[in-house]
């Protein structure tokens, strides 16, 4: 079976400071990892995704994330953090030899104050 | 294209009352998702179609859950009867087929409010 942690319910970073939001996953085969974010009252939208090739993945906003296939981590990241960019931020992933499942982790707040 | 249609944004019904969410995927996407997101159990994968057929319907909770997508550009969720445990927000997705590693794309979700 598949599964995603999320180990911070909540990530508190100050306005241009560098921000992680933490991801790590358990597959069978080879990992499709996505990111995805959630502002509030909203569906959720597609940040990147890691399917092969390079392990650093850059997407929208200036989002980037890095897959570590040792640590079995995709941990998202920032170099200068907004406050626009306060939201709620969903790691998923999806086995390759489980089909079309997409497992998503418990979501991780980002508070980016001021 | 205008991305995943949801309807209503928001429905507040009581307790036995049937209720219906309705989808719109993105036209050309041959996959539907529907999704339940709550505090305490995050998103959870209700049901999936492809090609209108439903493939894996084992995230439905109950039987009073049922899914039904009568042709490619629309898909129903319906409740009967419903019951306050089923308030949440409910979200479809939809995403193409080419592959495993297409992302999906997600409406902006039924927030319902059972009383």
């Known amino acids: 079976a598949q599964s995603v942690a999320q180990p911070e319910d909540q990530v508190n970073v100050a306005e241009g400071n560098p921000l992680t939001v933490k991801c790590t996953y358990s597959?069978?085969?080879?990992?499709?990892l996505f990111w995805y974010v959630q502002y509030p009252n909203r569906g959720l939208q597609f940040l990147l995704k890691?399917?092969?090739?390079?392990?650093l993945v850059k997407g929208s906003y200036g989002f980037e994330a890095e897959f570590n296939k040792s640590q079995t981590s995709f941990h998202l990241k920032k170099p200068s953090a907004l406050v626009s960019d306060s939201a709620l931020y969903f790691c998923?992933?999806?086995?390759?030899?489980?089909?079309?499942?997409?497992?998503f982790g418990g979501g991780t707040r980002l508070m980016v104050k001021p | 294209d205008a991305g995943v249609i949801q309807s209503p944004r928001h429905e507040v019904t009581e307790m036995g009352q049937e209720v219906t969410l309705r989808c719109k995927p993105i036209?050309?996407?041959?996959?539907l998702f529907w999704y339940r997101q709550t505090m305490m159990r995050g998103l959870e994968l209700l049901i999936y179609?492809?090609?209108?057929?439903?493939?894996?319907d084992s995230g439905m909770p109950e039987d009073r859950f049922s899914a039904k997508m009568p042709n490619a550009s629309f898909s129903t969720l319906k409740i009967q009867p419903s019951e306050p445990r089923d308030s949440a927000v409910y979200f479809c997705?939809?995403?193409?087929?080419?592959?495993?590693?297409?992302?999906?794309?997600f409406g902006q979700g039924t927030r319902l409010t059972v009383v």
């Open positions: 997705a939809s995403r193409t087929g080419t592959g495993l590693n297409t992302e999906a794309f």
């Open positions: 597959v069978s085969g080879n990992p499709y």
């Open positions: 890691y399917i092969t090739g390079d392990n």
């Open positions: 998923a992933v999806r086995d390759n030899n489980a089909g079309n499942m997409l497992t």
């Open positions: 036209s050309g996407h041959d996959y």
């Open positions: 179609f492809n090609n209108n057929v439903p493939i894996d």
